[in-house]
């Protein structure tokens, strides 16, 4: 039995047992409405931890975008050419080259990709990465948001009204945890990354657990970056993090109190 659409549901109206009209459905169509709409398989299976690099790219502006006249207009061309702008800027830093029909790829291909409503949440496995190669991933993920902000916003102000110019993106490693046939995965570095990309005044910023940027950069690219401890609700009091020096700089210094000296 296919799993239940709940977008495909059709209501009969009915008078209830105390005269009103109420929705009605088939009882085998209601009894189908279970944990299988969620399409993670079976829940109960015991999980599977992975080390895995997770980002969460956010649109600073959304909502505001979204809350324009006939959004329906609006929100389709705008989702349709973020996700496929997303998806073309990944393979683009994935691939490395490409001889008879094989792409030789940087590093595997993330095991996950999850819209989020305002963004999307990445994971890859660090099992085929080597530690330079996860540092050049996120030197990767600067890129792909500077293109959102040079090229892409560019690109979208013509087909729709002040699109989000900025994406922000929060970049943490750690181990996750699978969830049914492995269709999504729970664990603290996800909401590491999730907070980080919320930081204020900030729009990259990443966690220093499991990286060494002062071991894999030159230090003509490690001067680009600097080093800050700053409070993560309910995760860290003093979590390490990475900042842009160009973001860092013109923070007001009220906010910049916020981001204090590792020493």
Known sequence: MSKLDLRSIEYIVSVGSDNKRLPSVPKDLFDRFSPEVLGLGDISVESVPVSTIAAVFDLGGFTQFCSQGEPNL????????????????????????????MIRLWHPLP??????????????????????????????????????????????????????????????????????DKADYVGPCINLASRLQKLEGISFAFSRKGFAPEKYWEEKGLSNWILRKVHIRGLSSNELIYLLQEEYDVLDPVLKEQYLSPT
């Not at 050049?136 to 002040?162: H, W």
């Not at 699109?163 to 996750?176: D, L, N, S, Y």
């Open 74 to 101: 609006i929100i389709p061309d705008f989702m349709s050419g973020f996700v496929n702008w997303v998806f073309e800027s990944l393979r683009e830093e994935t691939m490395e080259s490409e001889k008879e029909g």
């Open 111 to 180: 095991i996950l990709v999850k819209f989020l409503g305002d963004g999307l949440l990445i994971l890859w496995d660090t099992k085929g990465m080597n530690p330079r190669l996860q540092h050049n991933l996120i030197l990767s993920l600067l890129m792909i948001c500077y293109d959102c902000r040079e090229t892409f916003y560019g690109k979208m102000a013509q087909q729709v009204p002040d699109p989000p110019k900025t994406m922000r993106c929060g970049i943490a490693k750690g181990t996750v945890y699978s969830i049914g």
